[in-house]
């Protein structure tokens, strides 16, 4: 079967920059396909679920960080319309100022609603993998749609194989 | 919670137990009528490859998915395209051509309205004409930016 063929599911898919530049997770029969993908060309990097040992999900404080400068940001804004009504300085601050505003709430409305940032890794016999994906509403999609699979893949984890991981192999 | 504070979520599955499997490194030739590996010439042959037709041992054959092939044509470039799991980069030459196709027309666009606007106070013909057609440059350079834009919007979203 070529690769054309090969029908790959949309798991998730984050933008990653001002040109084109794209990023995701997509899911075939037997695999998973990372995909960093620039304006102009595309990389791959394939798992294969019986290779798939462990998904670890991680938070950051990157996003909360970023969110805290944002509504600071915000709020200086709003403070400076409020003193620019009393005392009125230039029109294309204030204009510039109602039109930034609403960016950045809807902005940071969108960063609450994806769970904050994250670090996924899938990890394998011989590598330790960062995934293309930041947010943690992402990665529980993603550990909810492989899991199944891999363990479909592999077979389940018996209480032995649970005790075995839990004295540390 | 980990003992650094930070919050994690592990799932672990079956292969983290698995063994390391050892790669078969190959039988040796017993009888001089047996045929032996190009690359190792006291070990049997058990395979051809799929790309050249050498001989391999169970030690240089490259599986892939049912296809089989020595070193030296796993790490030739030019094979990677005949096998899908080797592909890991492709270029997009339709953003190419779209990026080609578009660039042209901010160009102009810019180029355009930026002469209509240097050139605003200044009257171009002896006559007078007015800013008419400075207007209209800046107007049709407008659309041109709204076009370009849009498409590249669809991009993304494609």
Same mark, same amino acid.
């Given at each position: 079967?070529?690769?054309? $063929?090969?029908?790959?599911?949309?798991?998730?898919?984050?933008?990653?920059?001002?040109?084109?530049? =794209?990023?995701?997770?997509?899911?075939?029969? $037997?695999?998973?396909?990372? *995909?960093?993908?620039?304006?102009?060309?595309?990389?791959?990097?394939?798992?294969?679920?019986? $290779?798939?040992?462990?998904?670890? &999900?991680?938070?950051?404080?990157?996003?909360? &960080?970023?969110?805290?400068?944002?509504?600071?940001?915000?709020?200086?804004?709003?403070?400076?319309?409020?003193?620019?009504?009393?005392?009125?300085? $230039?029109?294309? &601050?204030?204009? *510039?100022?109602? %039109?930034?505003?609403? *960016?950045?709430?809807?902005?940071?409305?969108?960063?609450? =609603?994806? %769970? %904050?940032?994250?670090?996924?890794?899938?990890?394998?016999?011989?590598?330790?993998?960062?995934?293309?994906?930041?947010?943690?509403? %992402?990665? =529980? =999609?993603?550990?909810? &749609?492989?899991?199944? *699979?891999?363990?479909?893949?592999?077979?389940?984890?018996?209480?032995?194989?649970?005790?075995?991981?839990?004295?540390?192999? | 919670?980990?003992?650094?504070?930070?919050?994690?979520? #592990?799932?672990?599955?079956?292969?983290?137990?698995?063994?390391?499997?050892?790669?078969?490194?190959?039988?040796?030739?017993?009888?001089?009528?047996?045929?032996?590996?190009?690359?190792?010439?006291?070990?049997?042959? +058990?395979?051809? @490859?799929?790309? @050249?037709?050498?001989?391999?041992?169970?030690?240089?054959?490259?599986?892939?998915?049912?296809?089989?092939?020595?070193?030296?044509?796993?790490?030739?470039?030019?094979?990677?395209?005949?096998?899908?799991?080797?592909?890991?980069?492709? !270029?997009? #030459?339709?953003?190419? /051509?779209? /990026?080609?196709?578009?660039?042209? #027309? +901010?160009?102009?666009?810019?180029?355009?309205?930026?002469? /209509?606007?240097?050139?605003?106070?200044?009257?171009?013909?002896?006559?007078?004409?007015?800013?008419?057609?400075? +207007?209209? !440059?800046? !107007?049709?350079? #407008? +659309?041109?930016? !709204? /076009?370009?834009?849009?498409?590249?919007?669809?991009?993304?979203?494609?």
């Amino acid at each position: 079967m070529s690769e054309q $063929d090969i029908p790959y599911r949309k798991i998730v898919s984050e933008c990653a920059g001002p040109f084109l530049n =794209r990023r995701g997770v997509y899911l075939a029969e $037997d695999h998973l396909l990372c *995909l960093y993908s620039t304006a102009f060309s595309e990389n791959y990097r394939r798992f294969y679920f019986r $290779d798939i040992q462990a998904i670890q &999900v991680c938070r950051t404080l990157g996003g909360f &960080v970023g969110s805290m400068l944002l509504l600071i940001l915000a709020v200086v804004l709003c403070l400076s319309l409020w003193a620019n009504e009393l005392n009125p300085m $230039d029109g294309v &601050v204030e204009a *510039l100022a109602w %039109g930034v505003v609403p *960016l950045l709430l809807a902005y940071m409305i969108v960063s609450l =609603r994806k %769970g %904050g940032s994250c670090v996924c890794r899938v990890q394998t016999a011989v590598s330790s993998q960062v995934m293309p994906v930041t947010n943690v509403r %992402g990665a =529980r =999609r993603l550990v909810e &749609v492989v899991g199944p *699979l891999v363990e479909a893949a592999q077979g389940p984890l018996t209480p032995e194989m649970k005790m075995q991981l839990s004295l540390g192999k | 919670m980990c003992s650094c504070g930070q919050r994690w979520m #592990l799932s672990v599955f079956p292969a983290m137990l698995t063994p390391y499997a050892m790669s078969p490194s190959g039988e040796r030739v017993v009888m001089d009528d047996q045929a032996s590996c190009f690359y190792h010439s006291s070990k049997k042959a +058990v395979i051809p @490859c799929d790309h @050249c037709g050498r001989f391999l041992c169970s030690l240089c054959d490259m599986d892939l998915d049912g296809v089989h092939l020595c070193p030296k044509c796993l790490e030739d470039p030019s094979n990677w395209k005949r096998i899908d799991q080797l592909q890991n980069q492709r !270029a997009l #030459l339709d953003n190419v /051509a779209i /990026a080609l196709c578009l660039t042209p #027309l +901010v160009l102009t666009a810019v180029a355009g309205m930026g002469l /209509a606007i240097k050139r605003w106070q200044r009257p171009d013909s002896i006559l007078d004409l007015g800013n008419g057609r400075k +207007v209209l !440059a800046i !107007a049709i350079g #407008l +659309v041109q930016l !709204a /076009a370009g834009g849009w498409l590249l919007f669809h991009l993304r979203g494609s």
